[in-house]
């Protein structure tokens, strides 16, 4: 099975990290997916993705000492093999799994995700599970020396028969739950591990491998970032999206950090192989870290945010309670102008980029359609121009614009201005954006 033939845009949807941290149970997630359905369903958004362990029954309640509290108790069935924890998931009893809260969410019409630790449990490792299939134990499998240094639930998996076979079982687990979508932790960044302990590489082949092999289309997205740009052709041979920062939240310098970010992989965005900007913190956020909050970001930045990414194509993954979304909020994900952005034959290119101001291009290869952001990265008001030549095509005559005059359409406030003396110009808030559709 082609692993991009499935995806004709950047995948977008709802993650459980931002406001549940580990705690999220099965009713909250059923909460936000009706939500989505309802509301967000109709403009691309389809995926419910249960992030960080769910296999954990007492993941969260000693907070303030650990995220992941160290070898503590974890659902796993008779193969080694994680499995939603019954406290929280009571649907899973009886090793249903996933299965019955991903047909729920088919059932409105969405697919379901999880978030999964590259390795193999600890504990299964320590228990001699024996593989699914195969004469091989868990501790067979197992890298003891390849751990993860902020979460101590995994070993890392031999490149090994007994690794694969390992994998397979998996992700054929996976397939009969109904997965869609699998975030895999651990994986994407080998600077964490300075010592060269790091098997990401190979882990990450031979979970491309046990995909092949289940006989399901599944998302496979990388974490956590940088990427490694030298390595743009290995994630995109075996991935469909992988983060290209470290855990991103509302906080102004990330987010300025990441036209830079943007700029490094702009040209690595194609069908099927979309770099990741990480999710969109937006709404409330934090519960599951202790302190429920309002995103941080000001509305200017949160539309800054939004353009950005949409500009870029990367994956859309709202991280807010959605029951709790304001109505401003809910618009900002679902103008359809903007979001247009990431269909399929798009293409986005930074084309300036200093200290104060970046302007962004995203094209449609097909129409010659043109859009253009102003981006203020600077703290006060700034006027912010770019000849239109730069923008249209040669030629482009034949769509109606003419070298030195346009009919613009400004594409969150919807209203229409024209080019001045050749060029797109707009006086734009600190930390704003202006995004024209020519």
Not at 35 to 59: M, R, S, T
Not at 65 to 90: T, W
Not at 232 to 243: D, G, K, V
Not at 358 to 386: H, M, P, Q, Y
Request: charged residues 25%.
């Amino acid at each position: 099975m082609d692993k991009n033939s499935f995806l004709n845009r950047p995948p977008m949807g709802w993650n459980s990290y931002d406001y549940y941290d580990t705690t999220v149970t099965e009713a909250q997630v059923k909460a936000n997916a009706d939500y989505l359905a309802a509301h967000l369903k109709k403009y691309g958004w389809e995926y419910v993705v249960v992030d960080i362990q769910w296999y954990a029954p007492n993941a969260g309640t000693k907070r303030a000492q650990h995220q992941y509290i160290p070898f503590d108790e974890m659902e796993m069935d008779a193969y080694g093999r994680l499995q939603p924890a019954v406290s929280r998931f009571p649907s899973s009893a009886g090793g249903k799994g996933f299965g019955p809260l991903a047909e729920y969410v088919h059932g409105l019409g969405l697919k379901f995700g999880i978030h999964i630790m590259r390795g193999i449990p600890r504990k299964a490792a320590q228990d001699h599970c024996p593989i699914l299939g195969t004469a091989s134990t868990a501790d067979e499998a197992a890298d003891p020396y390849s751990i993860c240094p902020w979460n101590p639930d995994m070993y890392g998996v031999r490149p090994a028969p007994e690794g694969q076979a390992y994998y397979d079982s998996l992700f054929s687990m996976y397939a009969q739950w109904g997965v869609d979508f699998v975030k895999c932790d651990d994986i994407c960044h080998s600077w964490l591990y300075p010592d060269g302990s790091f098997s990401g590489w190979e882990e990450t082949r031979m979970i491309h491998r046990a995909i092949e092999k289940c006989g399901r289309p599944i998302v496979l997205s990388l974490s956590p970032g940088p990427a490694h740009v030298d390595r743009a052709w290995e994630y995109c041979e075996y991935a469909n999206m992988w983060r290209i920062t470290d855990d991103f939240w509302d906080q102004w310098e990330p987010l300025k950090t990441m036209f830079y970010r943007c700029e490094l992989w702009q040209d690595h965005v194609r069908k099927g192989c979309y770099p990741d900007c990480d999710m969109l913190p937006l709404g409330r956020v934090g519960k599951g870290f202790g302190q429920e909050r309002e995103v941080l970001f000001t509305k200017e930045e949160q539309r800054t945010m939004v353009t950005l990414w949409c500009m870029f194509r990367s994956p859309l993954m709202i991280g807010a309670e959605l029951t709790k979304l304001d109505d401003w909020t809910l618009s900002l994900l679902t103008d359809p102008d903007i979001l247009a952005m990431q269909d399929e034959g798009r293409r986005g290119v930074q084309i300036r980029r200093t200290d104060a101001e970046a302007v962004w291009k995203n094209e449609d290869i097909r129409t010659g359609e043109v859009c253009v952001a102003l981006f203020n990265l600077s703290d006060e008001e700034r006027v912010i121009s770019v000849p239109l030549d730069r923008l249209v095509p040669c030629g482009t005559q034949a769509h109606g614009v003419q070298p030195q005059d346009a009919e613009l359409l400004e594409l969150w406030e919807k209203k229409t201005e024209r080019s001045k003396n050749g060029n797109v110009t707009a006086s734009v808030p600190a930390h704003g954006v202006r995004v024209y559709r020519i």
